[in-house]
């Protein structure tokens, strides 16, 4: 669990280094000349001691003299400059997303943790989005998600391996925190999650050969699932929309097996909950102004 704590930190790393210095650009040039004049812009050229030359934000290019020019300086972009190419967080959005999830059961009992291996799954569905204001949202989403338990053992020098593949209808409700950047959104997101069991597999290896469809009830697999997610990721203004990266951990709270109540209050017994990483990209068309 540690390793993969780790290894989310660092592709939050290195998700938001680059957002933070992309939002870092949005200073302009500024020209001061001798006769009063103020030319903003871009400097495209500068000849120490004889001239610059300076692009404005409509694409008009200006040479001048060096002892036509009192300063120059750097300020932060006009508002109207920076809006135009900010990702908008206020409205309605609507979009799809597509990614995978990483999974596995709280309170697997392996010796050794190397045997404890995480079940690779497809998640992808619709996102709709709420905007308040530039800063807070909530976001509903209708996704199709795998998830499961993975387990590896080895005995005699042969390794088995063995599966749980869960398909669920799942429906996160998210409030979705942003801070804006220029072009890019860097937002932090928690919130509840509902799944809803579709269907089920336990699976082996192909040496053994075993396969096997699930009921839930019989099967003793609980139907529906709840947990709470919590994420974070970074959002670019492309178009009229926006294409989006999300990274998030599901810490599951309902028991994934389907056990009768005077087993659940036996001493000895266990709870299994969904443990689950999941990393997805998907763009929200904006609609309406």
Not at 56 to 72: A, G, P, R, S
Not at 76 to 104: C, R
Request: overall charge positive.
């Amino acid at each position: 669990m540690k390793n993969k704590f780790y290894a989310f930190v660092i592709i939050l790393a290195f998700v938001f280094f680059p957002v933070i210095l992309i939002g870092q650009g949005n200073n302009t040039d500024v020209v001061y000349l001798k006769n009063g004049s103020i030319i903003r812009g871009m400097i495209i050229e500068q000849v120490p001691n004889q001239s610059i030359k300076i692009q404005t934000q409509d694409k008009n290019v200006f040479v001048y003299k060096i002892e036509e020019v009192e300063k120059i300086t750097k300020e932060q972009a006009s508002v109207s400059i920076v809006k135009k190419n900010e990702v908008s967080n206020k409205g309605f959005s609507l979009g799809l997303k597509a990614g995978i999830n990483l999974s596995s059961w709280s309170n697997i009992d392996v010796s050794d943790p190397s045997k404890k291996v995480s079940k690779l799954g497809f998640q992808g569905g619709f996102v709709g989005k709420i905007g308040f204001n530039k800063y807070l949202a909530v976001q509903m989403e209708l996704l199709f998600a795998q998830k499961g338990l993975k387990v590896k053992a080895t005995g005699s020098g042969v390794t088995a391996k063995a599966w749980y593949t869960v398909n669920y209808f799942e429906i996160p409700l998210l409030f979705k925190f942003s801070i804006p950047a220029g072009p890019v959104m860097i937002f932090a997101n928690v919130g509840p999650s509902f799944g809803i069991g579709l269907s089920a597999k336990f699976a082996t290896d192909p040496d053994a050969g075993y396969n096997t469809t699930i009921n839930f009830e019989e099967g003793g697999l609980q139907r529906f699932d709840f947990g709470l997610l919590f994420g974070a990721g970074a959002g670019l203004k492309l178009g009229k929309g926006e294409l989006f990266l999300d990274l998030r951990y599901c810490l599951g709270i309902s028991d994934v097996m389907n056990a009768s109540s005077d087993a659940k209050n036996d001493p000895d017994y266990t709870k299994y909950s969904n443990r689950n990483f999941g990393i997805a990209v998907g763009y929200l068309f904006k609609l309406g102004r």
